[in-house]
């Protein structure tokens, strides 16, 4: 049974709460613990954080837990998401969890609650949502696999996932319940910075009846290693130090930088393309990997750029705009902030306008930035804050500069611009139109399938239908 107190806060004797291991083991109570502080730099929270024996320990002990088939799993994720949505869970309901994770990673209020939305949705229909990454010749039910006399089979390349999550935003914990769906045993290394989102779903699915399929694992970052070792594949977010580090790593999928990008063509009104480009920066606060860090403009980029700039300042002069859009910084993160506006002070377009409020945040514009050559590093620049950079091209030039790139929008009705971008290697999803680069729906890879990564395709034939055959659940 899994150890139901876990999933609960305890409090310390300075009055935080205690976030530690869910596991179907019960967990020690280690001695080593974290302040999670939020924007005001306020400590709300201690993560209490497992050594690496137990992480070894714990993973062991999933690849020996009881088997639920598709069916069952897929009848508790159902019943997951709407827990996340509808229940209290770890002493919160919905309301009182957005204001935490808000309080904490200074994004909207409106950007928390649509990723909530999200996420409870995602676990609800994970298993429609992973299938949508099987190969097309592959039976869907189990049972049309098994009693063909031969087909195609999507089978699981091991049976243990960890995942490394980040702390900028919550929406990453609408991807990885496929995999729970799949069959996999999923370890969750929650952020320091925002660990509550993972400890939510980690509880809603043990309440339901998956304990040997989820952990929740605090630990420090030198951990990691020792989890991706134990584990068959791993699911990790980070910069561009990560993604190199694991580049050859078959074992790892890793969510890095996007670099995406929008390009306005000759042909696109004015109005449309900055409101593109507002949502596509500033969309979901600004600092996700499909947030668009370059804008190509097709004619005068300085020129555009600059009424961007005039866009921005009319759009914020409304306070709810502001609280609708930007997220609130700490002063240390605001101090951080300022150390990037000189660094990038010779390329800035206008220096960006800075709200302070009442409770010592800080709301900032985006730094709009112009470089003047495709080489230009700039042109490649992803920070962790809404920032944007506009370059020059003109038509019949090669834009295969363009990639890597998670997202490009292509403002235009050009069909030579769309088809040159289209054909541009690299990019991993391609919109045309007045479709913001933030756009997602579940229908649609995000960096490709997920399934594409956990499952692998095999063939399958038996000449005897009389036997019986085992199926792979």
Known sequence: MPNIAQSCPHVNANELPVISAITPLCSPQFLRQREVVNIYEKP?????????????YVIAHLRKSPVLDRASRQKALQQAGELF???????????????????????????????????????????????????YGVPLQENQATDRYF???????????TVIAPGNGTGVHALWPQAIALGYRVVIRPSEREPFTAQRVVAAMVAVGLQDYVTLLPCNYDVVETLIDAADLSLIYGADEITARY????????????RSKVVIGADYPLEKALELIFTSVVGLGGAACVCASSVLVEG??????????????????????????????????????????????????????VFK????????????????????????LELPVAAVTFLSFKEGDN???????????????????????????????????????VWMHPDVPHDGYLAEFLMQTRGYCVNNSEDEHSKVT
């Open 44 to 56: 709300i929270a201690l993560l209490q954080q497992s050594p690496g024996v137990f992480a070894d």
């Open 300 to 353: 005068d980029a300085e020129a555009l750029a600059r009424k961007f700039c005039a866009f921005l300042s009319n759009k914020m002069k409304d306070p709810k705009q502001r609280e609708e859009w930007l997220t609130h910084f700490s002063p240390q993160r605001y101090s951080w902030w300022c150390g990037q506006v000189d660094n990038y002070a010779s390329a800035l377009v206008e220096t960006p306008e």
């Open 399 to 437: 834009l295969d500069f363009l990639a890597p790139a998670l997202v490009v929008t292509v403002a235009s009705g050009n069909k030579n611009l769309i088809n040159a971008i289209a054909n541009v290697p690299g990019v991993k999803n391609f919109y045309i139109g007045q479709v913001p680069t």
């Open 247 to 258: 580049a050859d790593r078959r074992n790892i999928l890793v969510q890095g930088p996007g």
């Open 151 to 161: 087909c195609a089979q999507s089978v699981r390349r091991g049976d243990v996932l």
């Open 357 to 380: 409020s009442t409770q010592n945040t800080y709301q900032v514009m985006p730094l709009v930035m112009q470089a003047s050559a495709i080489n230009d590093p700039l042109v490649q």
């Open 85 to 135: 949505a509808g229940s209290v869970l770890c002493g919160m309901n919905l309301t009182e969890y957005n204001t935490k994770v808000s309080s904490l990673t200074g994004l909207p209020r409106t950007v928390v609650e649509n990723a909530s939305d999200k996420i409870a949705q995602s676990i609800s229909h994970a298993l429609t949502f992973a299938l949508k990454g099987i190969p």
